[in-house]
């Protein structure tokens, strides 16, 4: 199955900025995913998203953290003010559309924190 | 530990040689998955083994599943350069209804095969 498409690719902002990252699944689809992953260390879930509603949230995922999929396409994670912890790389993934135990991760957006 | 911790933390072997990797977790679980990942890149989806299940094969990659002990491992038979990258397990312990819960990964494992 095809991975989702993660916009941008890189991200570098100022402490304190929002940002906004972007995934691209394939339509159909309704389950979707946000991962981190700071250098060196494991990959953590940080959000699930089912049916347009947030279904499950790790508690990494605080307010600063939101999730929306605005105009039924883009599924987006938005960091209000971002800190330097924050720096890492971010996947999305989405379910596979038979196997939906089977997550299809993006290559993922590097967001440094200055 | 936490849930889903690989070792070794780091394998290096030559081309040809298997490579073996273990994974054990905590808590329940309904299925079992190894992912890789190449540097800097996404995560990509290698097998899965349910609860029920003990061993799986697909292609030169080998998975059990000990529930009784809550480890799991991965084998790679034959390696090639190109399965260089890290390889994680990840549980998934979702009890069912309308959605699929989130994958807890492991530290994982470093894999290089020299050629």
């Known amino acids: 199955e095809p991975e989702v498409t993660q916009t941008p690719s890189h991200q570098v902002t100022q402490m304190g900025q929002e940002v906004i990252l972007r995934c691209v699944p394939i339509s159909n689809h309704l389950y979707f995913y946000w991962y981190r992953q700071i250098l060196g260390q494991k990959v953590e879930f940080l959000v699930s998203f089912y049916n347009n509603e947030i279904s499950e949230k790790s508690e990494i995922f605080d307010d600063q953290f939101s999730v929306e999929r605005p105009d039924g396409s883009n599924f987006t994670l938005k960091i209000r003010s971002t800190k330097l912890e924050d720096s890492a790389m971010y996947f999305c993934?989405?379910?596979?559309?038979?196997?939906?135990?089977?997550?299809?991760f993006g290559a993922g957006t590097r967001l440094s924190v200055l | 530990s936490q849930q889903g911790e690989e070792d070794p933390q780091a394998l290096s072997i030559q081309e040809g040689e298997n490579a073996t990797m273990n994974c054990s977790y905590k808590?329940?679980?309904?299925?079992l998955q190894w992912y890789r990942q190449n540097s800097g890149r996404g995560l990509v989806h290698l097998i899965l083994i349910r609860s029920n299940e003990r061993e799986k094969h697909s292609g030169r990659l080998r998975v059990t599943l000990d529930t009784s002990k809550k480890s799991s491992s991965l084998l790679i038979t034959a390696s090639r350069a190109a399965d260089t990258a890290s390889y994680f397990c990840a549980t998934d312990r979702n009890a069912g209804g309308t959605s699929y819960g989130k994958l807890t990964f492991g530290q994982g494992t470093i894999l290089t095969v020299h050629p």
């Open positions: 993934a989405r379910a596979g559309a038979i196997a939906k135990n089977i997550q299809y």
């Open positions: 808590t329940s679980i309904n299925n």
